[in-house]
DNA sequence: CCCCAGTATCGCCTGATGCGATCATCATCA
DNA sequence: TGATGATGATCGCATCAGGCGATACTGGGG
């Protein structure tokens, strides 16, 4: 195998016309420069220079030509090497995430734009996944509304609390109990993650809702609601861009469902790009708490005035 | 500076999935392995495998799978520049060679059509360069008719002897006196390297020719002189291929002027192409020498019976 | 609780590596 | 022709990097 060492001082030597020129260059002494070539000779067999002899320079041989050439390639590459390095602890590089609709939504725009303020030539690749098991062998971080495999690491984005989704007029005003939601019509996200552990709870509580229709689609549905065809027990900022439609009313559940709880999930050491990524999420996620927070009292939830507000517990 | 060493254990790791095996693959103790990738860690300033303990296998870091893409470049790069060191020592590569018309006319043929049968991917260059300082700093062999410079090898691949070539009749048959050739009416070619020879060698015995034409083409000479324009004094082997031509007739010189030596030149070490590129045109000069002598005697050359043949001085 | 499959660490030894000093060679110039 | 200077080679020495073997450490699984 070749040495870097040797080849650099083949280059030098090349270079500079002269093997103590070399060694300053490089911060030999004349005598290592001269054991460094006789060592990269033996190595590839042949003289790399001509040494004439006096006070004549060196000139390089067939061979040498041929071996400076490698030479140069392969020190090209090492600085190219060790300059992606150094981007890489600079923050550059590139980064996949995992994600799904809410957070795509309302939180990501948030930090990737930051994110790519902060490291304009770094490469964000979000993957909304469909499945539910997240790949997160093949990620640098995912977004999980349920908790990772055991041995990754779960860093808590923000909790979302569950309403129900109403047509206007087809609840009171004001919290609604959860037996109420017994035998009801309902529409509902397909039974996986959040999903699957709402439906517990009700379980757990003895209510079966009668679901009668069910979407992958956020959209889907608050328009299936909106149009009539049952209500719905949602996470909160899933909805959050339906909370000034006339044609809908938001009730707090009593007792409540576990709130939903967002997580940023990976597994073992994570690139400079990634951490940072984790730490502007954390940051948002904590600002839209706030902002919920703020919002809390206008109304636009029916019975969540006084309650705490989520991701505060 | 980046160590291969430490990349290809990277690699090894990273390809097997432990550091037991991948020392086992390298000849390497684990331990050593270790240690390997805790330097390497140490260099790149981050880990590139993360050790999860007990007997569960290291996984790569973000760091390290740039590392690992990095490391493997200059690992080919690697092994593509020790293969291009073993195919110059088996022969392959490029020569530069520097000619003139009769070597390319009568020995390269020979010479280059053997060199390319021993090393089909040889790539065999020919200038033929019509200046009088031949740049053998830029080329790996030239073939000179004249001494290269003092510091310069030198070896001689033929001689060949000088020869009146004259229009038929103009004069008689067998040795052409020199003095004979005072005041003739002459074509030569022009004054540079073996003509000034012969030139300097007719002055040194008073004989002063009056050259009527001069050119650079060995054809030409013989056309003019078959056209009545003068005789000429030439190397036999420049015009080798008219001596069938019944238009002329060829005579020794009586003295003789020196012969043309022909010689290879070189300057410092020799690839293993055009070692043996010189060692085939020694030995085709050998065989060219013996031709003309099997076919002296056969009266093509007037006064040339008995004599020795060039070459075996 | 022990064993297994992994890695890390310690102490030791050898050889590689760099240095300083000195030598040898040859061109140049007085 | 002899001194000088530029150049690379070589020698001996000190240091340390790199490899090894043994052993400790870790965590999962029987």
Chains 1, 2 share one sequence.
Do not use: K
């Amino acid at each position: 195998m070749l040495e870097l060492r040797l080849l650099a001082a083949l280059d030098a030597v090349a270079r500079t016309g002269t093997f103590g020129a070399a060694a300053a260059e490089l911060g030999y002494t004349q005598s290592t420069l001269s054991q460094q070539v006789a060592a990269l000779e033996r190595q590839v067999g042949g003289a790399v220079f001509d040494r004439p002899g006096g006070a004549r320079r060196p000139r390089i041989t067939p061979l040498g030509r041929l071996v400076l050439t490698q030479a140069r390639t392969l020190l090209a590459a090492d600085v190219a090497a060790r300059d992606a390095i150094d981007r890489f602890h600079a923050g550059a590089g590139r980064v996949d995430v995992g994600t799904f609709q809410t957070v795509t939504n309302v939180l990501l725009p948030t930090v990737v734009d930051r994110l790519r303020v902060e490291h304009p030539d770094a490469d964000i690749r979000l993957f909304e996944d469909e499945t539910d098991e997240p790949p997160i062998d093949l990620l640098d971080l995912a977004f999980l509304d349920v908790p990772g495999p055991d041995d990754a690491d779960h860093v808590e984005v923000f909790r979302d609390e569950h309403v129900v989704v109403a047509r206007r007029g087809a609840f009171p005003p004001g919290p609604v109990p959860l037996a109420d939601l017994h035998g009801r019509a309902m529409v509902a996200l397909p039974p996986i993650c959040d999903q699957a552990v709402v439906e517990a709870a009700l379980a757990r509580a003895a209510v079966a809702p009668d679901i009668v229709f069910r979407t992958v689609d956020n959209q889907g549905i608050t328009s299936m609601v909106r149009a009539g065809l049952g209500a719905a027990v949602m996470p909160v900022l899933s909805v959050w861009g339906q909370r000034h439609d006339d044609a809908l009313s938001f009730h707090r559940l009593e007792p409540a469902v576990p709130d939903r709880v967002v997580q940023v999930v990976s597994r073992g050491t994570l690139s400079p790009l990634a951490m940072r990524l984790r730490e502007l999420s954390v940051e948002a996620g904590q600002h839209l708490v706030r902002d919920l927070a703020a919002a809390d009292g206008s109304g636009d939830i029916a019975g969540r005035e006084g309650a705490h507000p989520p991701g505060t517990s």
